[in-house]
């Protein structure tokens, strides 16, 4: 692999701090703040390492859900804190391997590269159903965990949790916040060109009863194993600021700032896996021509991504009695993102063979350059109660509340001249030049308001039976203007309407708005107290523009105003079972979920309509927890059935599967604390047969096979202050693909083997 490299690009990257300065400053923060707190705090609880390995979630945050996960009735997996450390997950995308089924199998369409989360579950994708604390969090960016005590994956439609979202579920990070427990963490980690510092560190402020305050820092500077170029630098700081604590009436400040400075990854070509063959009947050679490096970079030094981050939030709990709790909550955030990323299409026309006999001549088109320089905010105040109280002999556990919404997004038109050189398809250079860049004064401004209303109630009819239904009334207003300049070829040309070429007009403006009722029901049976087996059914609901705020007018296009919005609905049986005193959480669930309203063309009339329907069912197993106090596992298993009920094949052959949906899943962990302070860990993954979108392409892959990935972990106690942590990824070096684009041209290959070595310390 080789080194990366430093890069610049001048005014097209804001000023940011470097990770390495970020990392330095973090080493010399974390002591310069315990001896500050020290001097007035001379009280310090150490936390010993634990002997559990405590995975078991008995809860989620959200006050929403009133009951423990036991008496849920819908399938929810918890990724607890510890799970993530043991693995040595930084980013969301890699906690959720923890989740069978759910990744970052999809690379974009051919000009427009996904980055960030850009998470699939059950069919569908659900990068626009992340939340943060419950309230939605914005942006294609990747998600860190440092500030992350755990998340929470629930599946099947959260159209009455959350509002507007994906059908068949939704993803909650839970931030860490201030407590009254003084305790401090640090760790580094440190692999092949990898090196990231984390602190935390909590403290109970003496002069000031119930207060207390948490800081968690967090710097890396690290290349991608197995890919050249391939950079992942961020930085970012953490507080929280608590009051009350232990009293009737809480306060927490919560806020978050993250600086990303990524070189992004555009892929690899596809020529040489299973399943190519030459897109040119004229060049049959190309059919067996050798497959690239994997580690090969095709984009550009010139290539970035920048990303920044700042979140901030305020929340208010009151106990109105014992039994009652009103909480209120603001959060403001925003994300902006800028990048450039060069992406390429091995078309007949982009992959050139001026030599068939020599294949050190070929080269491939850098054709795609993909800019995006977006703006996400939210503004929201959401106040909810909870409250338990008995009529007729009948136990109800109740949660309400109203929320207020408004969420905006700015994308920013580039204009380029020139074009990048062709690389080399075996040997690409990034250092080349010819191609320049300038925003040209076009925005596209999308915003959403939302105002919405929810009341969830659990009937306790009796120490077995329990009823729970839950609804939500929202109205939206979606506005949508494009001011883009005109003139250019293709479908997308915009018309200049007697003005020059290039000059900014109004391409569309667009407004939708509506009143959404999303519903769910589930009743539950209790056997014994450890048990429950239950029935559910829920709803959800995303209205056009509801997932990237723009509308269109053309008619084959779901954010069209005129189109209803697309509906999900999921039925569910399942039991839970939580067996060695409470220890292990045993889970198994059938489900099916139909989503409606999706826009296909007519056969005959060739117009397009609302017919569309698609289907995701199957089985999922679960086990958390403890086995015995030494030895804990996590674990799940999933057999997903995916079919278009209504409208045209999604795939490439007869079948009416769905893409990027595995038919079988599992991921397992689970570790061993063998005494003397040292715990063994391991896992493994299997993600099966995978087929890519469907298009016009030749030639390409049209499914990504299955495959196995083991991962190991060794940790050793040197003392109660520290901990030596040794993680090896893909422990027999899998060569797989792990997300493949719709067209088929280019893939993200699997990390090969590798190592880091992390230093954690308490104190």
Same mark, same amino acid.
């Given at each position: 692999?080789?080194?990366?490299?430093?890069?610049?690009?001048?005014?097209?990257?804001?000023?940011?701090?470097?990770?390495?300065?970020?990392?330095?400053?973090?080493?010399?923060?974390?002591?310069?703040?315990?001896?500050?707190?020290?001097?007035?705090?001379?009280?310090?609880?150490?936390?010993?390492?634990?002997?559990?390995?405590?995975?078991?979630?008995?809860?989620?945050?959200?006050?929403?859900?009133?009951?423990?996960?036991?008496?849920?009735?819908?399938?929810?997996?918890?990724?607890?804190?510890?799970?993530?450390?043991?693995?040595?997950?930084?980013?969301?995308?890699?906690?959720?391997?923890?989740?069978?089924?759910? &990744?970052?199998?999809?690379?974009?369409?051919?000009?427009?590269?996904?980055?960030?989360?850009?998470?699939?579950?059950?069919?569908?994708?659900?990068?626009?159903?992340?939340?943060?604390?419950?309230?939605?969090?914005?942006?294609?960016?990747?998600?860190?965990?440092? +500030?992350?005590?755990?998340?929470?994956?629930?599946?099947?439609?959260?159209?009455?949790? @959350?509002?507007?979202?994906?059908?068949?579920?939704?993803?909650?990070?839970?931030? *860490?916040?201030?407590?009254?427990?003084?305790?401090?963490?640090?760790?580094?980690?440190?692999?092949?060109?990898?090196?990231?510092?984390?602190?935390?560190?909590?403290?109970?402020?003496?002069?000031?009863?119930?207060?207390?305050?948490?800081?968690?820092?967090?710097?890396? !500077?690290?290349?991608?194993?197995g890919r050249d170029e391939v950079e992942n630098d961020r930085w970012g700081v953490a507080a929280s600021l608590a009051y009350g604590l232990g009293? =009737?009436?809480?306060?927490?400040?919560?806020?978050?700032?993250?600086?990303?400075?990524?070189?992004? /990854?555009?892929?690899?070509?596809?020529?040489?896996?299973?399943?190519?063959?030459?897109? /040119?009947?004229?060049?049959?050679?190309?059919? #067996?021509?050798?497959?690239?490096?994997?580690?090969?970079?095709?984009?550009?030094?010139?290539? @970035?991504?920048?990303?920044?981050?700042?979140?901030?939030?305020?929340?208010?709990?009151? $106990?109105?009695?014992?039994?009652?709790?009103?909480?209120?909550?603001?959060?403001?955030?925003?994300?902006?993102?800028?990048?450039?990323?060069?992406?390429?299409?091995?078309?007949?026309?982009?992959?050139?063979?001026?030599?068939?006999? #020599?294949?050190?001549?070929?080269?491939?088109?850098?054709?795609?350059?993909?800019?995006?320089?977006?703006?996400?905010?939210?503004?929201?105040? !959401?106040?909810?109660?909870?409250?338990?109280?008995?009529?007729?002999?009948?136990?109800?556990?109740?949660?309400?509340?109203?929320?207020?919404?408004?969420?905006?997004?700015?994308?920013?038109?580039?204009?380029?001249?020139?074009?990048?050189?062709?690389?080399?398809?075996?040997?690409?250079?990034?250092?080349? &030049?010819?191609?320049?860049?300038?925003?040209?004064?076009?925005?596209?401004?999308?915003?959403?308001?939302?105002?919405?209303?929810?009341?969830?109630?659990?009937?306790?009819?009796?120490?077995?039976?329990?009823?729970?239904?839950?609804?939500?009334?929202?109205?939206? *207003?979606?506005?949508?203007?494009?001011?883009?300049?005109?003139?250019?070829?293709?479908?997308?040309?915009?018309?200049?309407?007697?003005?020059?070429?290039?000059?900014?007009?109004?391409?569309?403006?667009? $407004?939708?708005?509506?009143?959404?009722?999303?519903?769910?029901?589930?009743?539950?049976?209790? =056997?014994?107290?450890?048990?429950?087996? @239950?029935?559910?059914?829920?709803?959800? !609901?995303?209205? =056009?523009?509801?997932?990237?705020?723009?509308?269109?007018?053309?008619?084959?296009?779901?954010?069209?105003?005129?189109?209803? =919005?697309?509906?999900?609905?999921?039925?569910?049986?399942?039991?839970?079972?939580?067996?060695?005193? %409470?220890?292990?959480?045993?889970?198994?669930?059938?489900?099916?979920?139909?989503?409606?309203?999706?826009?296909?063309?007519?056969?005959? #009339?060739?117009?397009?309509?609302?017919?569309?329907?698609?289907?995701?069912?199957?089985?999922?197993?679960?086990?958390?927890? %403890?086995?015995? *106090?030494?030895?804990?596992?996590?674990?799940?298993?999933?057999?997903?059935?995916?079919?278009?009920?209504?409208?045209?094949?999604?795939? +490439?052959?007869?079948?009416?599967?769905?893409?990027?949906?595995?038919?079988?899943?599992?991921?397992?962990?689970?570790?061993?604390?063998?005494?003397?302070?040292?715990?063994?860990?391991?896992?493994?993954?299997?993600?099966? %047969?995978?087929?890519?979108?469907?298009?016009?392409?030749?030639?390409?892959?049209?499914?990504?096979?299955?495959?196995?990935?083991?991962?190991?972990?060794?940790?050793?106690?040197?003392?109660?202050?520290?901990?030596?942590?040794?993680?090896?990824?893909?422990?027999? $070096?899998?060569? @797989?693909?792990?997300?493949?684009?719709?067209?088929?041209?280019?893939?993200?290959?699997?990390?090969?083997?590798?190592?880091?070595?992390?230093?954690?310390?308490?104190?």
């Amino acid at each position: 692999m080789a080194y990366i490299r430093s890069r610049k690009h001048g005014a097209h990257c804001a000023p940011a701090l470097k990770s390495t300065t970020a990392a330095t400053l973090l080493a010399l923060a974390v002591p310069a703040a315990s001896v500050a707190a020290e001097a007035t705090l001379p009280t310090v609880t150490v936390t010993a390492p634990t002997e559990q390995p405590e995975y078991k979630v008995d809860r989620v945050s959200s006050p929403k859900f009133t009951e423990p996960l036991l008496n849920t009735t819908q399938t929810i997996s918890v990724i607890s804190e510890q799970l993530v450390k043991e693995q040595g997950a930084t980013t969301l995308t890699e906690a959720l391997r923890n989740s069978p089924g759910v &990744s970052t199998f999809f690379l974009g369409e051919n000009g427009n590269t996904t980055t960030g989360d850009a998470i699939y579950m059950r069919g569908f994708d659900t990068s626009n159903s992340i939340y943060v604390d419950g309230v939605r969090d914005l942006g294609s960016v990747s998600r860190d965990t440092f +500030n992350v005590g755990q998340i929470e994956v629930t599946k099947g439609p959260a159209g009455t949790d @959350y509002g507007r979202s994906a059908p068949t579920g939704a993803i909650n990070l839970v931030t *860490k916040r201030a407590s009254l427990e003084n305790a401090s963490a640090a760790s580094l980690t440190a692999g092949n060109d990898y090196l990231r510092a984390t602190a935390d560190l909590n403290r109970a402020i003496t002069a000031i009863e119930g207060a207390a305050i948490r800081l968690n820092v967090m710097g890396q !500077q690290g290349g991608v194993e197995g890919r050249d170029e391939v950079e992942n630098d961020r930085w970012g700081v953490a507080a929280s600021l608590a009051y009350g604590l232990g009293s =009737p009436t809480r306060a927490f400040l919560d806020l978050m700032h993250v600086q990303q400075n990524n070189m992004p /990854d555009g892929g690899v070509p596809t020529i040489g896996l299973p399943g190519y063959s030459s897109p /040119d009947p004229k060049r049959p050679f190309l059919t #067996d021509a050798g497959r690239v490096n994997p580690e090969n970079f095709y984009g550009t030094t010139s290539d @970035y991504d920048d990303v920044r981050t700042d979140m901030v939030t305020f929340t208010v709990e009151h $106990d109105l009695s014992p039994t009652a709790t009103l909480r209120n909550t603001t959060r403001w955030g925003k994300t902006r993102q800028d990048y450039l990323l060069t992406s390429f299409m091995g078309s007949t026309a982009n992959l050139l063979t001026p030599n068939p006999a #020599d294949p050190s001549t070929w080269t491939l088109a850098r054709s795609s350059p993909t800019f995006k320089n977006q703006t996400n905010e939210i503004l929201t105040n !959401q106040t909810n109660v909870n409250a338990t109280l008995v009529t007729g002999g009948i136990t109800h556990d109740l949660s309400a509340g109203i929320e207020f919404i408004q969420e905006k997004q700015t994308n920013l038109s580039t204009v380029r001249t020139g074009n990048w050189p062709a690389a080399n398809l075996y040997d690409p250079d990034p250092n080349v &030049s010819g191609m320049t860049w300038a925003l040209n004064g076009g925005h596209a401004d999308g915003e959403t308001r939302t105002a919405a209303a929810y009341l969830f109630d659990t009937l306790k009819l009796n120490e077995q039976w329990q009823i729970n239904g839950g609804m939500r009334v929202e109205r939206y *207003k979606t506005e949508y203007q494009n001011i883009a300049a005109c003139g250019g070829t293709g479908n997308s040309a915009i018309p200049c309407n007697g003005a020059a070429t290039g000059t900014l007009v109004t391409a569309a403006d667009l $407004d939708d708005s509506d009143t959404l009722f999303n519903w769910k029901l589930g009743v539950l049976y209790k =056997p014994a107290p450890n048990g429950s087996i @239950y029935a559910n059914y829920a709803t959800s !609901q995303q209205p =056009p523009g509801g997932s990237n705020f723009t509308l269109s007018t053309n008619a084959n296009n779901a954010g069209n105003p005129d189109y209803k =919005p697309q509906e999900a609905r999921t039925a569910e049986i399942g039991t839970k079972w939580d067996l060695l005193d %409470q220890q292990l959480s045993l889970s198994a669930a059938i489900y099916r979920t139909e989503v409606r309203n999706e826009v296909e063309q007519d056969p005959v #009339d060739l117009q397009y309509y609302q017919t569309g329907k698609k289907r995701v069912q199957g089985i999922e197993l679960g086990a958390v927890g %403890q086995i015995t *106090k030494a030895w804990g596992i996590s674990a799940g298993f999933t057999i997903m059935d995916t079919e278009v009920l209504s409208g045209a094949n999604v795939g +490439n052959d007869d079948s009416k599967d769905l893409n990027y949906t595995p038919k079988n899943a599992f991921t397992a962990w689970t570790s061993y604390n063998l005494g003397h302070g040292i715990t063994v860990a391991g896992g493994g993954r299997y993600v099966g %047969q995978l087929q890519r979108g469907k298009d016009g392409a030749v030639g390409t892959p049209k499914y990504v096979e299955s495959y196995w990935v083991f991962d190991g972990m060794a940790a050793y106690a040197v003392n109660k202050n520290i901990n030596l942590q040794l993680n090896v990824y893909n422990l027999f $070096d899998e060569d @797989y693909v792990a997300a493949i684009n719709k067209s088929g041209y280019r893939y993200t290959p699997g990390t090969p083997r590798s190592a880091r070595l992390t230093a954690n310390f308490t104190f």
